[in-house]
């Protein structure tokens, strides 16, 4: 079935400092991938849908220079939170659509951030 | 403003009897919706769909029932296993085909009990 991995799978670092988490989709290609964030006991809240080989389109209030996302490749995207800040910290998934698998996004298994 | 809403937080329900797993959503341009299981610190896997030109989607032992006019869907698991334990959400989406970005409701906690 359709695989989508996250690296890493959890993360501390220091606030200021800048973090990258990787989604991969392992065995389909993805045009298509999203971004989500969860914070305890709340829902999946949708960050960005991200595009290989264009910009990505960020929700409202989520700011675009502190969230970059890069989709350089058609089974690659990658999350960098800059300058992280305690109120960062949070479960952050990934999803890519499957094109071959009609009215499917596979999801990633999640990478927790905690910025201290 | 939750767009899309799960009123139970938790559910209890005894192995072999029926789940009623329970979602309200306000955008009536919601157009697609889903159901997914996630346990703790993993990604949310999916479980079944349904499209909004149809009342009820079946797959084993999971159903899925749409009332449009009401902007409600339930999620029906039976017979309860203790494997379905777990967090469920709802998600809507105004296209389907995986296009857009996911809704998702704040999840149901159901505990089988054996």
């Known amino acids: 079935g359709a695989v989508v991995s996250q690296h890493p799978s959890w993360v501390i670092c220091k606030s200021g400092t800048s973090v990258k988490i990787e989604c991969r989709s392992l065995?389909?290609?993805?045009?298509?991938m999203f971004w989500y964030r969860q914070f305890p006991k709340q829902s999946l809240m949708l960050m960005a849908t991200?595009?290989?080989?264009?910009?990505?389109?960020?929700e409202q209030g989520v700011e675009k220079d502190k969230f970059l996302i890069n989709h350089a490749s058609l089974t690659l995207s990658t999350l960098t939170v800059t300058s992280a800040h305690p109120e960062d910290s949070s479960f952050y998934i990934c999803?890519?659509?499957?094109?071959?698998?009609?009215?499917?996004?596979?999801f990633g298994p999640g990478t927790r951030l905690t910025v201290l | 403003d939750q767009q899309v809403k799960q009123n139970s937080p938790s559910l209890s329900v005894q192995e072999g009897r029926i789940s009623i797993l329970n979602c309200d959503y306000t955008?009536?341009?919601?157009?697609?919706f889903l159901w997914y299981k996630k346990y703790p610190a993993e990604g949310p896997t999916f479980l079944i769909s349904?499209?909004?030109?149809?009342d009820k989607n079946e797959d084993g032992r999971f159903t899925v029932f749409l009332n449009k006019s009401a902007k409600h869907l339930s999620l029906h698991i039976v017979p309860s296993q203790p494997g379905d334990s777990a967090v469920y959400f709802c998600?809507?989406?105004?296209?389907?085909?995986?296009?857009?970005?996911?809704?998702f409701g704040k999840g149901t906690h159901l505990i089988i009990q054996p």
């Open positions: 999803s890519a659509r499957d094109m071959g698998s009609y009215n499917e996004q596979f």
């Open positions: 065995d389909f290609q993805a045009t298509t």
């Open positions: 991200s595009n290989e080989g264009s910009k990505a389109t960020y």
């Open positions: 955008n009536s341009m919601f157009d697609y």
């Open positions: 349904i499209s909004s030109i149809k």
């Open positions: 998600a809507a989406s105004e296209r389907g085909g995986g296009a857009d970005g996911l809704t």
